[in-house]
């Protein structure tokens, strides 16, 4: 099965994302000019022009349908204190061991600790309780990108597993339960809609109860595939029922003039995660393959030039820029620098289109266009460039999408057996089956096959077909196991 991932490679001895995940990880991670990890502070890393342009791009898609679906952009403190992180039990039992604590200002000690956000629940809901009075108030849907500080305690990794998190985070109060389930149904689709003009293909899972987030009633998480078959979870959304409107005070009248405590919901966008998902399920051997969609760039010109030749093709080149300006492009007329050099250096960096123009294209008024993608060919004339270039990149966002979906297809395997879960973690895949819905024998898989029970289909019915594989009693659901970041 690995062999098919082991197919997808262009040569033999560049890293290879299947064979080598972190190493191609890490090397391409600069030498794309996405971010450079070496700042001196362990899970703090600088965002180079294409991770910040990349990320820039995502936040814009995601804001544009929390916007366009009511939600309102806010800013709230970077900070919050130990008594408002402590007011809902499970949520502070969840991050007292992960949060920044400022003690001093200005060389003395502070007289209340400052909390560096590690999410801003204990920062929103007081104020929510100020602003919510009525049903007239409800339903309230906010929504901020920002920073976050989490000292992980698992090992960090560029991206994945960071210590200052940029994320988008939404917070809603409804009147009812109904409401904000169908809220969740409307997180959920918002979050894929971004994704899937991604191109970027995950599996929408329920979390098992033990791993829910702190004093949510249930979690929804978006499991994207690594290429080394350890999930990348990219976004989630929890219920919290009315855990937190209880603790905060939250109450508004309803209709009937009672009052009663709101039911909230927060779901998490994590822009570096989803930067690693594209870096790695679309990236090649050769480096980054971008979607049109975030690409900084779409197309380049390289002048193939010959003695004598120069200025002519250059001129050449510069006409057909002229016809893609509703693209981003750029003619790379560097002369120290060698075509084939120019190749590489693009195609590492993922630029969708690339047009090669020598004295042959010049004389017959044509280009030759190659996709990163499949790293295909084809002569295109000028007159038909522009039509050409969105037609291609257009098939570049489709493709990208197909193979990606391919592979999370691939990867996902049914088994009926501890020992076939072992093997197939083993093989840096994800494993399908039935459980009995207990801890215990969640447990005992990990300590078995050394994976995580990740959940099971929210999007779709899954019904067990046999018993628990673990301990042969009535199966509840099918679920997913797989290693995670
Ligand atoms: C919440 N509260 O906090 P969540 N490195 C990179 N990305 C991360 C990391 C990390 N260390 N930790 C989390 N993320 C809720 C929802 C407000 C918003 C990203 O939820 O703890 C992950 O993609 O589940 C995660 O799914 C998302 O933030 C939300 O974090």
Not at 7 to 13: D, E, F, I, V, Y
Not at 160 to 163: A, E, F, H
């Given at each position: 099965m690995i062999g098919i991932f082991y197919?997808?490679?262009?040569?033999?001895?560049a890293l290879n994302k299947y064979r080598n995940f972190s190493e191609w990880f890490d090397k391409l991670l600069l030498e794309a000019r996405?971010?450079?990890?070496?700042?001196?502070?362990?899970g703090f890393s600088v965002y180079l022009e294409n991770g910040a342009y990349i990320l820039r791009r995502v936040r814009e898609m995601l804001e544009k349908e929390l916007r366009e679906t009511g939600h309102k952009e806010m800013i709230f403190p970077l900070v919050t204190t130990e008594e408002l992180l402590g007011k809902e039990a499970q949520h502070i039992k969840g991050f007292s061991t992960e949060v920044f604590v400022i003690e001093s200002a200005g060389g003395k000690p502070l007289d209340v600790k400052l909390i560096v956000r590690p999410t801003s629940e204990t920062i929103m809901y007081p104020m929510f309780k100020l602003w919510i009075?009525?049903?007239?108030?409800?339903p309230l849907l906010v929504h901020q990108s920002n920073m976050v500080y989490r000292h992980e305690t698992k090992a960090t990794r560029p991206l994945?597993?960071?210590?200052e998190i940029p994320w988008n985070e939404a917070h809603t109060v409804h009147a009812t339960a109904a409401e904000a389930e169908q809220q969740v149904k409307k997180a959920v689709e918002i979050y894929r809609k971004v994704l899937d003009q991604l191109g970027l293909a995950y599996l929408v899972l329920k979390r098992p109860d033990f791993d829910k987030?702190?004093?949510?009633?249930y979690s929804i998480a978006f499991d994207a595939w690594n290429p080394d078959g350890r999930v990348n979870q990219v976004a989630t959304v929890h219920n919290l029922g009315k855990n937190f409107s209880k603790v905060f005070e939250i109450e508004f009248e309803t209709r009937d003039g009672k009052r009663e405590n709101p039911h909230q919901l927060c779901y998490g966008f994590g822009y570096s995660r989803v930067l690693a998902a594209l870096i790695s399920q679309h990236g090649d051997d050769r480096g980054l393959v971008l979607p049109?969609?975030?690409?900084?760039?779409?197309v380049v010109i390289v002048p193939i030039v010959f003695k004598g030749q120069e200025e002519s093709i250059k001129q050449f080149c510069y006409g057909v820029a002229e016809r893609l300006q509703k693209f981003a492009v750029k003619v790379?007329?560097?002369?120290?620098?060698?075509p084939g050099e120019k190749f590489y250096y693009w195609e590492k960096l993922g630029v969708p289109v690339r047009l090669e123009i020598g004295p042959r294209e010049v004389a017959e008024n044509r280009a030759t266009l190659f996709r990163r993608d499949t790293l295909e060919k084809q002569v295109v004339a000028v007159e038909e460039i522009e039509k050409a270039v969105e037609t291609v990149l257009t098939s570049i966002g489709q493709s990208l999408a197909e193979r990606s979906w391919r592979i999370m297809r691939q990867m996902v395997v049914e088994i009926s057996s501890i020992d076939e879960v072992k093997k197939v973690i083993s093989e840096r895949r994800i494993a399908k089956f039935d459980w009995c819905g207990s801890v215990e024998c969640a447990e005992q898989l990990k300590a078995a096959?050394?994976?995580?029970?990740?959940?099971?289909r929210f999007d779709e019915l899954e019904v067990p077909?046999?018993?628990?594989?673990?301990?042969?009693?009535?199966?509840a659901e099918v679920v997913y196991f797989a290693r995670a970041y």
């Open positions: 197919g997808l490679m262009s040569t033999a001895t996405i971010l450079d990890d070496r700042f001196p502070v362990k009075r009525s049903h007239a108030d409800l994945l597993r960071v210590r987030f702190p004093g949510a009633r049109p969609v975030v690409a900084p760039l779409h790379d007329d560097r002369e120290d620098v060698t096959a050394g994976g995580e029970l990740r959940g099971s077909s046999g018993p628990c594989i673990v301990c042969g009693k009535n199966a």
